[in-house]
Structures are given as C-alpha cells and as structure tokens.
C-alpha cells in the first residue's frame, strides 16, 4: 500500500497560466529542501488559458471544480487531497510557496487552524489596494474578533494551513469569497484551534485584473459574518429596544415626564411601544435565524441550542401568546367602559391613550408570540 502524504498543497485556478508554474516549482522545491513528502493540487475552476496544460506538465494534480466560485473551487481541490495537512494559497505568486514551514510547523504541533498574517509578515508596496489594507480587512477583521472572539488578526489571508479532520469538522458550505471567513468562524463554533503565523504578500505576477471584486465580495464578507451572528445582528439590539421602550412606557403610563421646560406624554409614549414592538421582533427574529441555521447545518449544535426546545416550545408559546391577548382585550374592554360613561363623546386623549396604547401593544404582543410559537415549532420539526 503507498502512504498518504503528510502535506497537500492546494492552489484555486482560475486563468493562471502567467504564474502557475512559478507557484508550483517553489512547493516543490520546499518539499525537496525540508524534506517534506507532499503533493500540489490545482484546483482548476473553468482556465480557458494553459494552465491546465502547465499543472500537468510540471506533475501537478488537476483537479476540475464543477461549480464556479473561490470556495467550490477550494473544496473540490481539498476534498481530493490525500495529505494529513492542508495548506492553500492563491496560484498568483503573492504568497511564498517554499517558505511553509511555520505553518506545517504548528499542524504538526497539533493546531487545527494556521492563519497567515499579512500585517504582521509585510505587505510589499503595491500589494494590496489602499482600500483592501486601510479599510475592508482591518474593518471585516475587526468584526470578526467581536462577533466570534477570535485572536486573529488577518480573517483574510489567503494562505493558510489545517489538518483534513479539522476540515471535515467545519462542514463549509459557501462557495464564493466569502469561503475564506466561513472556515474561520466555523473553526471557532467547532472549538478548534486557531493559530496565527507571520505572513509576506508581495506584489503578484499577473498582468490581469484580480478575481477579487473589492465592493461586492467585501460585501459578501460581511454578510456571511452578520447571518452567522444572530445575536449581533438581531438579540442584543432586540434587548436594548425592547429594554427601552418598555422602561420608558412604564413611566409615561404613570405619568408625563417633564424636565427643562420639555413634556414627554403620550406621543412619546406611542414611540415607546414601538420600541417595545420592535425589539421583540428582532428577539423573535434572532430566536428564528438560530433554528434555521443550526437545522439546515450552517451553525454547529450546541447543548444550549438543545436546551431551547426544553425552554421554548408551541405549548408556552401559546399560553404567553393568549395571556398577552387576554390582557389587550380587557385593557380595551376598560377602554370602551370609559368611552361608554361619556355617552360615545369626546375623551381626554391623555388619559384615555395611557389605557388604549397598552392595549393595543399588548394585542400585538400576543399575535406575535402566537405567530413565531408557531412558525419556531415548524422549523424545529426535524429535532
């Protein structure tokens, strides 16, 4: 039986004939020198140029992404590997092929996750647009780091190393640029170690534009880091809005609030159920993201997930759900018992509305947690 190598080399091609042999003699010739028993795969995503024809001339591994886009090219190269280790990188001669030592170094060491780190390595004058250095990755890292508390600081290298267990634990699903953050933040969500080497990014060799499409893909970026968030996004800011709204309706419901020659009454008060409203929208809202994404495997399990369903389920949802109602009938049943005492005419808005908007946030309320019991328990239908 042959043995597997230690280390696959795997390179995305997309029309890289003026850099792709470049790329492929410096992994080979760090194989040679550290003696490193490996194998480069060129993970081709529809070259129309010879690229193909250089891989295979330089006894390259083509493999043939049957989808377009960065990631599906990524897996399709990684999924065909045969090393115990991973390392990919651009095929455009801006990362240093026969320098992967500190990478293969920490594998070895037992991290699950080598990042490349561009700001700490250096980045050769031209390298990298203004944009891409002063603003999109330092920003999309930033988020990063704060939605999912990694230690890195370079979500976007694209050189970068992993052991093919770590890889089959991420279960990546993105197939765009976006492939690059997916594998970072599902490191983290899988409890797998992350590390960070020093990294250099020259200048690359092609006389073409980049792939890399700076508003559009950074987009994608943050997009993908804001779905797979939802506490950012949608239960926290819930929290606060719906904290506010209610703190500040109880008090206007006892009274107008009056400072500095300024009333807030119930004008203010209607904007503080709104808040209230909102915020539980987006609570509803982050409860719904969450089920979607752990059911359809784009976020891991986790026994607090499978602790919602003891918490949470259609039965409370609905008993909340018809007290919130019964409590908005009966506030408006003293409503209707206030207008009946004047004979059907004129009220005194501010006293009147202090009953009535309750009222009617509490009827809200109540259809609303009726409405999410019910779609929660239909996209939990598989647990």
């Not at 006894?59 to 399709?76: D, R, T």
């Not at 990042?115 to 980045?123: L, P, S, V």
């Not at 990014?201 to 073409?208: H, I, P, T, W, Y």
Request: proline share 3%; net charge positive; aromatic share 12%.
């Amino acid at each position: 039986m042959e043995k597997n190598p230690e280390l696959s080399i795997v390179m995305p091609c997309l029309n890289e004939a003026e850099t792709l042999e470049t790329c492929i003699k410096k992994a080979q010739s760090y194989f040679d020198t550290q003696k490193v028993d490996g194998e480069i795969i060129i993970a081709d995503n529809g070259s129309t140029d010879s690229s193909i024809e250089i891989a295979k001339t330089n006894n390259a591994i083509v493999v043939h992404a049957k989808q377009k886009g960065y990631g599906s090219a990524l897996k399709a190269g990684i999924e065909s590997a045969n090393g115990t280790y991973i390392i990919m990188g651009d095929a455009d001669d801006s990362y240093d092929f026969s320098n992967l030592s500190p990478y293969l170094d920490k594998l070895r060491e037992g991290y699950d996750l080598v990042m490349g780190n561009r700001f700490k390595g250096g980045i050769e004058k031209g390298a990298m647009p203004f944009l891409h250095k002063y603003l999109g990755n330092p920003v999309l890292s930033f988020i990063g780091r704060l939605f999912f508390k990694i230690n890195i600081g370079d979500f976007h290298c694209g050189l970068r190393g992993f052991s093919i267990a770590a890889y089959n634990k991420m279960n990546l699903k993105t197939s765009g640029m976006e492939f690059a953050s997916e594998m970072v933040v599902k490191s983290k969500l899988n409890n797998l170690s992350i590390t960070e080497v020093p990294t250099t990014l020259k200048k690359d060799g092609r006389s073409r534009k980049p792939h890399l499409k700076t508003w559009s893909d950074g987009w994608r970026h943050l997009r993908f880091l804001m779905l797979y968030a939802p506490n950012w996004v949608f239960l926290y800011p819930g929290i606060l809005l719906a904290f506010v709204g209610m703190l500040l309706s109880l008090l206007l419901i006892l009274k107008p609030i009056e400072f500095n020659n300024i009333t807030l009454d119930v004008h203010t008060l209607l904007y503080a159920s709104s808040f209230l409203l909102v915020g539980f929208q987006f609570i509803i809202f982050y409860g719904l993201t969450k089920v979607f994404a752990v059911e359809n495997e784009l976020l891991p399990k986790s026994n607090r997930y499978n602790k919602l369903f003891k918490i949470i389920n259609l039965e409370k949802g609905l008993i909340i759900g018809f007290i919130f109602l019964l409590v908005g009938i009966l506030l408006s049943l003293k409503g209707l018992s206030i207008w009946q005492n004047t004979e059907y005419g004129s009220l005194d808005t501010s006293t009147t509305l202090r009953l009535i908007i309750p009222a009617i946030t509490f009827l809200q309320l109540g259809i609303q947690t009726i409405l999410f019991s019910l779609f929660f328990s239909v996209l939990g239908l598989k647990k």
